[in-house]
């Protein structure tokens, strides 16, 4: 029987990043709140970058876990992320003879795996040495058998889950109220990093052919990519739409955003699931994201949100006035209705439930 789990986490919020790894989290709460296991997180809170600070940082959580993982008893150690949070997870399992989980979350084998030939050789070997693997898209599943030679029988697709106690239709006008937000804007808004792979620059590239005066763009997210934010600074100089950046806020705080919003707008270059535009589905606010990895499997074009290829400026500022346009109204709301149908098949609940599941089947 699984009663106790460590948890390894690169990233997970904290103070002064409240919401770095904030999906982490999510699972955890939802093993609390569902479950009777217990899940103890070992993590690095530190979103900042350098060197020596990535070697400071990744030595402390590699310290951490090991001394967690013979101090206490624990029935299965979980890492999020093949490498190097993985590899910190192998050798805990060396050590206590625990099974290791690894959740992999697209970044990890997508990019990082492939910055050297070196790289993907330890990501392959800690992936095989798993006792099981977690992908959390199809997309992923299938590079980690075809790319990676994971055995296919321990590879188990198990998305991100959606917390339906936060994320949850509400009043456009109360959370207004609540943000300080004006009613008389119509809100396009966006979550998450500002990073190249986000594709910002076309949603901002495409406010150009918004057709409505009344619109107002909110970027939502950290300027993680110091030179890509000048960049995208420049390009709201050239802009006459009114464009708004703002710092991140805390997690139950993005649930009020995304009801304040008119449309919400995912445009990522690459994306290995895309929990923010399900969150945003969730809210039952009308969504635009890029055909792009997992995100496919829920943003169904005009049946459960609105699809764009990636790059596509020109298709972004399309839906906008499609969405915007009143005589598409019914549509809209069909769509968007639908969305809530898709979100409440992708709830933490339900996800928290298959993950336990893999503990039983390797413990």
Known sequence: MVQRVLVISNMYPGKENV????????????????TDVEQFVVA??????????????????????IWSSI????????????????????????????????????????????????????TAFVLRRAAAVI?????????LVTEFNVDENRVHIINMGVNREIFRPMGK??????????????????VGNIIPRKGVLYLLEAMRNVDAADVQCIVLGAPVDTGYMNRLTEITGSLDADVRFMEPVPYEEVALWMNAA????????EEPFGLVALEALACGTPTIATSVGGLREFVRDSETGYSVPPRDSAAIAEKINHILDPDNREEVEVVRERGLGVADSFSTEKQVRRILEVYRKVS
Not at 21 to 32: E, L, M, N, Q, T
Not at 47 to 65: A, D, E, F, N, P
Not at 174 to 188: H, V
Request: glycine share 6%; proline share 2%.
């Open 71 to 122: 101090s206490k008893r624990f029935d299965v150690i979980h890492a999020h992320y093949a490498f190097p949070t993985g590899f910190i997870g192998l050798m805990c399992h060396w050590i206590t003879r625990k099974p290791l989980v690894i959740t992999v979350h697209g970044g990890d084998i997508n990019n990082l795996a492939k910055k050297n030939r070196l790289l993907f050789k330890v």
């Open 44 to 65: 690095n809170t530190d979103q900042r970058k350098g060197k020596v600070r990535l070697i400071c940082k990744y030595t402390s959580l590699l310290i951490r876990s």
């Open 19 to 34: 919401s770095f790894g904030s999906f982490i989290r999510v699972h955890v709460d939802a093993f609390k709140r569902y």
């Open 173 to 190: 006008s109360e959370t207004r109220q609540k943000l300080g937000l004006n009613n008389d804007k119509r809100i396009i808004l966006f």
């Open 262 to 269: 008119d449309i919400f707008v995912l445009p990522s270059l």
């Open 135 to 143: 992908a959390v898209s199809t997309d992923i599943r299938n590079k």
